[in-house]
């Protein structure tokens, strides 16, 4: 069997996240979660992700953050 695609979900709001994190893990998604683009950063400086999930954020704009940060290819 192979690994879970890694995915960061982004959102300011907790709820949010938790929904997604359920949501997209039941589906076999390994999901990470962060509040704002800065986290987000954070977990893609030490995770390399397979997809980026952006909401709204209230700390730094959510297509500028994806543009910055092109997806991995899976092996």
């Known amino acids: 069997m192979g690994r879970a695609k890694r995915i960061l979900v982004i959102d300011d709001d907790p709820q949010i996240c ?3 994190e359920t949501i ?10 962060a509040t704002d ?3 987000g950063e ?7 992700m397979g997809g ?9 704009r959510g297509t500028t953050f994806t ?5 991995t290819k899976s092996e």
């Open 18 to 20: 938790q929904a997604m």
């Open 24 to 33: 997209l893990g039941d589906n076999g998604y390994e999901v990470y979660a």
């Open 37 to 39: 683009t800065v986290r």
């Open 42 to 48: 954070a977990l893609l400086q030490v995770q390399e």
């Open 52 to 60: 980026i999930v952006d909401f709204h954020t209230t700390v730094g």
């Open 67 to 71: 543009l910055r940060f092109p997806l």
